[in-house]
């Protein structure tokens, strides 16, 4: 089944316990990115990558980091997580830039204490 | 910078009736646009995808159109039934860089 994959799907950590999130996708994908989701805000994108080794900034990338080591793969790591990062995150993928729309991993649910 | 504005915030209606979702873009240099349905707490379910040269795309009782060069999109939804309470984002791609989503529109259908 072609599909975005995310884990986990919920996570409890402390403050400044560095964390990852993994997002594979398994349909050959150029574009992937990472998106926060947070009452109010709606969904802001944190980083984004056009393919293997090409990732840039999103609106909100202050606290994380990512990389594209392999097409298929798009970790987001917290290096030292807060509470203000604390929300739902969503991984995406597309195909191509034009005649394909973006499919969504089901979401990782963080809490930051 | 692309800025995405959907009305109305909130939607209550009862079953059966038809109704209309609205979305407006601020940057008409897009490539295309593309509508979700959220649950509560759950990931997003594309609905459906409009081209930036396409005018309106259809699926069974979704229709979406776009009108591209004054920045609006609609979602029609016909006969709305109780499983289509749900939020409904609308979400632009302008380039590489992803997506910009409106705030959504929260959806009830009462029995």
């Known amino acids: 089944e072609a599909q975005v994959t995310q884990n986990p799907r919920y996570l409890i950590t402390v403050t400044g316990k560095k964390l990852t999130v993994t997002c594979s996708q398994n349909?050959?994908?150029?574009?992937m990115s990472w998106y926060r989701q947070d009452p109010g805000l709606g969904l802001r994108q944190i980083y984004y990558?056009?393919?293997?080794?090409?990732?840039d900034k999103g609106d909100v990338p202050e606290g994380y980091k990512v990389s594209r080591k392999e097409k298929r793969n798009f970790p987001l790591i917290l290096e030292s997580p807060s509470p203000n990062q604390t929300s739902l995150y969503f991984c995406?993928?597309?195909?191509?830039?034009?005649?394909?729309?973006?499919?969504f991993g089901s979401g990782t649910r963080l809490t930051v204490v | 910078k692309q800025e995405v504005t959907q009305i109305p915030a909130a939607l209550s209606v009862p079953e059966g009736e038809n109704l209309v979702l609205n979305c407006s873009f601020t940057?008409?240099?897009?490539?295309?646009l593309q509508w979700f349905r959220q649950d509560p707490g759950k990931g997003l379910t594309s609905l459906l995808l409009?081209?930036?040269?396409?005018r309106e795309q259809t699926s069974g009782r979704l229709n979406a159109s776009l009108d591209k060069s004054s920045g609006r999109s609609t979602l029609y939804i016909a006969a709305s039934q109780p499983g289509d309470s749900a939020t409904y984002l609308c979400?632009?791609?302008?380039?590489?860089?992803?997506?910009?989503f409106g705030k959504g529109t929260h959806l009830i259908i009462q029995p």
């Open positions: 995406a993928s597309s195909l191509s830039l034009e005649g394909h729309g973006y499919t």
């Open positions: 349909m050959n994908h150029e574009y």
């Open positions: 990558s056009m393919n293997v080794e090409v990732t």
């Open positions: 940057d008409s240099a897009i490539y295309n």
């Open positions: 409009i081209q930036s040269s396409q």
């Open positions: 979400a632009v791609r302008r380039g590489a860089d992803g997506l910009t």
